[in-house]
């Protein structure tokens, strides 16, 4: 019954590699958010998304992508892993612009070595 | 220097104590976020507000438009209220996105 749900939760890949995270919520928002945590904890927006609109954070290099099948998942898919990616990311869900607040997923902590 | 600033960094208190965290951002906003990361790392949401005052619990969450500063306090503090507390502003300068603080380390102590 987790209303935002992450996976996997951990991932070790080698540099170069391209993988997924998956995100999946099942409260009705209609707009879904990927942010990544890096080592000094500091949260930044990557992409915001909805039915209507993809933002995309320009300093997000393009070998990040969102993909969304539906509105209850947005997947972030990275190719060309690097070292720099790593970093724990989390999904985060709102109604609208989130007048009522986010729900964020547990996270992903991804480790390129 | 950050567009969102929080007061102090680190913080520890002894159970009991009424604790107040300080947000301060430069720019016209037009939400402004409070969310708390527990030791294990999930985020949740306590508070969104774009003026006044909020209470849900021992917490409460003000903001002050004119002087772009948002507090966060906690009453009868316990240990389990030890997280990291983020407080994070959106702004048409930022593109409406959030751009977060640095958080708060809060250790509540038995």
């Known amino acids: 019954d987790t209303a935002v749900s992450q996976t996997p939760k951990y991932l070790v890949t080698q540099m170069g590699n391209d993988k997924s995270i998956k995100c999946e919520q099942n409260?009705?928002?209609?707009?879904m958010y990927w942010y990544k945590q890096d080592s000094k904890k500091f949260l930044k927006i990557m992409f915001s998304?909805?039915?209507?609109?993809?933002?995309i954070n320009e300093t997000v290099p393009n070998r990040f992508s969102p993909k969304s099948p539906d509105k209850a998942h947005l997947n972030l898919h990275i190719n060309s892993l690097e070292l720099g990616d790593s970093a724990v990311y989390f999904c985060?869900?709102?109604?609208?612009?989130?007048?009522?607040?986010?729900?964020f997923g547990s996270g992903t902590r991804l480790t390129v070595v | 220097k950050n567009e969102v600033e929080q007061s102090p960094q680190n913080l520890t208190a002894q159970e009991g104590e009424f604790i107040t965290i300080n947000c301060s951002y430069s720019?016209?906003?037009?939400?402004l976020h409070w969310l708390q990361q527990h030791p294990g790392g999930g985020i949740v949401s306590l508070f969104m507000?774009?003026?006044g005052k909020k209470k849900h619990g021992r917490l409460i969450a003000t903001i002050n438009i004119q002087e772009k500063h948002s507090s966060l306090h906690i009453t009868a503090s316990h240990p389990r209220d030890s997280a990291v507390y983020i407080c994070a502003a959106r702004s048409p300068n930022y593109g409406q996105n959030f751009v977060f603080g640095p958080g708060t380390r809060l250790s509540v102590l038995p």
């Open positions: 507000l774009s003026s």
């Open positions: 998304y909805n039915n209507k609109e993809l933002i």
């Open positions: 409260l009705g928002h209609d707009t």
């Open positions: 985060a869900s709102s109604q609208g612009q989130g007048v009522y607040g986010y729900t």
């Open positions: 720019v016209g906003i037009s939400a």
